[in-house]
């Protein structure tokens, strides 16, 4: 009897264990406690974790078996980068000067190998044209010529080559990056490639990263004519009530909308609402976020965080018979052009006790700060770029982005653009 409990004992421990740590390293100056874990569903990262640095060391124990793409996001610093899990032990260092990540030094196989094939990889895209194109002008018995047939025949061959029961991960990205998405692709990728491939992968296609570029690959192979039919097609073959139908779904939802696609965008979006079947989180979350900004629905209130030119806590503090919210960033062309027009008619909207609330998806406090010294509204940010609480709430996908409000803070326009702002509000 002794022994079952001794056994009972062992297996308990093992699993509490973490089934593999990712471990990370930065230098002591570098000032920051908070990290944050994500792992990848399609183009969504998922927070897995939250760690506070000690000697700045942070180690996440992670709990079950992934392997694909993660991220961890240092927010008081607003430093991000990606690696991979192939569900063993993952260790970096990283290099940093003023408290911004310089380089990334991957101290595991994995992505080190991961890290060399990416390099390579875009050598052969970017740089082995070139190379090509000059070696004529050089002959082949000097030193550098040589060294550049060398470097081509490198480039040329041999990148792809891994190992796939040692790295399964790297060697399922590496192969269908290849074949779906390279630009020297030999052989032409029909819609029913694609349709086959989707619906016959394994998990890794969710955690790769690879499942939105080739779904835009898709739409482009059917021809802007057939995108109905396109998706149509793909989603009969993969069925919506499936957890990978519903992952795909949810992706061709915010496709659409970043591409302007609208006639797609709500067909589908319907078609997400009208399901009778259980829900994945990926597809729930689609459908809330666009809840969250219909027409005719009550905007989500979002608690400032260091609000200027105003007093109010948050949006529904702010009193005005309506209310324009821009979403915008310093580095936003379009907001360069769209902001200064909204700037030249403030006193006019003002005048009509309309509030302009900007919201930035800044990172760079100095650019912000610069930004908004010119501007007279209400400003406020998180300072956190795309990492934003904006984003999922608002579902926001580009900048700017626009909202009017009425008094009661239900959304009762969408505008494009600065001039359909204006435009609505009958000024010139």
């Not at 994995?110 to 044209?129: C, F, H, V, Y």
């Not at 070139?130 to 070696?135: M, P």
């Not at 909207?349 to 100095?366: A, E, R």
Request: proline content about 3%.
């Amino acid at each position: 009897m002794k022994k079952i409990y001794v056994l009972s004992a062992v297996l308990t421990a093992f699993f509490l264990q973490a089934q593999f740590t990712v471990t990370v390293q930065t230098p002591a100056d570098f000032k920051e406690q908070d990290a944050i874990l994500y792992t990848l569903n399609g183009s969504k990262d998922i927070i897995a974790s939250k760690e506070q640095s000690k000697n700045n060391v942070w180690t996440f124990k992670y709990p079950t078996s992934y392997s694909g793409m993660m991220k961890i996001y240092f927010p008081n610093t607003n430093n991000t980068f990606s690696f991979i899990s192939e569900n063993k032990n993952v260790s970096v260092k990283l290099v940093t000067e003023n408290n911004k990540v310089k380089d990334i030094i991957y101290q595991d196989e994995a992505n080190d190998l991961m890290s060399k094939s990416q390099e390579g990889s875009q050598k052969k895209e970017l740089i082995l044209p070139a190379l090509t194109q000059i070696k004529e002008y050089y002959k082949e018995n000097t030193d550098f010529g040589k060294a550049l047939r060398t470097e081509i025949n490198r480039l040329s061959g041999g990148l792809n080559s891994v190992d796939q029961a040692q790295h399964p991960f790297i060697y399922y990205y590496n192969t269908n990056y290849s074949k779906f998405l390279s630009a020297d692709s030999s052989k032409k990728v029909t819609q029913d490639d694609i349709v086959n491939f989707l619906d016959k992968s394994s998990d890794l296609l969710e955690t790769s990263s690879l499942l939105r570029p080739i779904l835009v690959a898709y739409l482009n192979t059917g021809g802007n004519t057939n995108v109905g039919a396109s998706v149509d097609k793909l989603l009969d073959t993969l069925k919506v009530e499936t957890p990978r139908g519903q992952t795909v779904l949810s992706e061709l939802i915010d496709i659409f909308d970043v591409y302007d696609m609208n006639e797609f965008k709500i067909k589908y979006l319907n078609l997400a609402k009208g399901l009778k079947c259980t829900i994945n989180d990926r597809l729930a979350s689609t459908i809330k976020s666009n809840s969250n900004v219909e027409m005719g629905a009550t905007f989500p209130n979002n608690k400032f965080q260091s609000p200027v030119n105003t007093t109010a806590k948050s949006i529904y503090d702010v009193k005005a018979d309506k209310k324009v919210i821009v979403f915008w960033s310093s580095t936003c062309s379009h907001c360069e052009s769209e902001l200064p027009k909204l700037l030249e008619k403030y006193n006019e909207l003002k005048g009509k006790n309309i509030q302009i609330v900007g919201l930035s998806l800044d990172t760079d406090k100095d650019s912000y700060s610069k930004k908004i010294s010119v501007f007279p509204w209400i400003n406020d940010s998180e300072l956190k770029g795309w990492n934003s609480s904006y984003v999922d709430t608002y579902n926001v996908h580009a900048t700017p982005t626009y909202f009017i409000l009425d008094a009661n803070n239900k959304i009762i326009s969408k505008p494009d653009h600065v001039g359909d702002v204006l435009e609505y509000f009958k000024i010139k």
